[in-house]
């Protein structure tokens, strides 16, 4: 199972970036998927996750700002993300708790973690 994130990048105070991460393997199903952020000397923290039943979940501090989303069909997660400030820029993780398929055919639960994408936002 790997998770790919995509879309970070440099943005103006007041921008917008939408970020993109997508599940690839045997996943025969996902339960949550989600978004994290470690800035620099800090704890990497959540920003937002999604279960599979669409209810989502988002720290305070993104609250009315950003917006996740999936696409089931594609295994992806999204992240919109408005109104940045600098104190959003962080390195973004993408996570996924889902059921895999292994070599065997046996089914496990785990927990995994994209590369992480670069947001960084100028004042």
């Known amino acids: 199972v790997q998770l790919q994130a995509s879309g970070g990048g440099l943005v103006q105070a007041g921008g917008s970036l939408r970020l993109s991460c997508a599940a690839s393997?045997?996943?025969?199903?996902?339960?949550?998927m989600g978004w994290y952020r470690q800035a620099l000397g800090k704890q990497r923290e959540l920003v937002a996750d999604?279960?599979?039943?669409?209810?989502?979940n988002y720290a305070d501090f993104v609250k009315g700002r950003f917006t996740i989303s999936t696409d089931n069909a594609k295994k992806m997660v999204y992240l919109q993300m408005n109104s940045l400030g600098p104190e959003d820029t962080a390195v973004y993780y993408c996570?996924?708790?889902?059921?895999?398929?292994?070599?065997?055919?046996?089914?496990?639960?785990?927990?995994?973690w994209g590369q992480g994408t670069q947001v960084t936002v100028s004042s």
């Open positions: 996570n996924a708790d889902l059921i895999y398929t292994e070599s065997t055919n046996y089914r496990r639960r785990g927990v995994f």
């Open positions: 393997g045997k996943i025969p199903s996902i339960n949550t």
């Open positions: 999604i279960t599979s039943g669409a209810g989502r």
